[in-house]
Nanobody
Framework: QVQLVESGGGSVQAGGSLRLSCAAS?????????MAWFRQGPGKQREGVAT???????SYADSVQGRFTISKDNAKNTLYLQMNSLKPEDTAIYYC?????????????????WGQGTQVTVSS
């Protein structure tokens, strides 16, 4: 069973930056997976933030385009999310997710494996 463990969350002021990491274990052919970041804010549904294909092609939600950068290190089986110019509305629990084969948009149901989440809090 694939395991995903997020780290790097915390509390920052608006305009600040954080870098999230997601370490994958018990995974075969990490480079073949679509990896994604989702988030769930207080009282909100889980929403997609960014995806990165097995080949390294990124895709971003409109709300984070230009501020967040998704990347991965296949040698380390690790996914990253660099978050800059953070806003209070970015406050959420951030989840790492994985899907075998190609990326399939922003629906959480399309992803097979999930981490436990890491809290990001942005104060104004």
């Amino acid at each position: 069973q694939v395991q995903l463990v997020e780290s790097g969350g915390g509390s920052v002021q608006a305009g600040g930056s954080l870098r999230l990491s997601c370490a994958a274990s018990r995974i075969y052919s990490y480079s073949a997976y679509c990896m994604a970041w989702f988030r769930q804010g207080p009282g909100k549904q889980r929403e997609g933030v960014a995806t990165i294909s097995g080949g390294g092609s990124p895709s971003y939600a409109d709300s984070v385009q230009g501020r967040f950068t998704i990347s991965k290190d296949n040698a380390k089986n690790t996914l990253y999310l660099q978050m800059n110019s953070l806003k209070p509305e970015d406050t959420a629990i951030y989840y790492c997710a994985a899907r075998w084969d190609r990326c399939m948009g922003w629906q959480p149901a399309n992803y097979n494996y999930w981490g436990q989440g890491t809290q990001v809090t942005v104060s104004s």
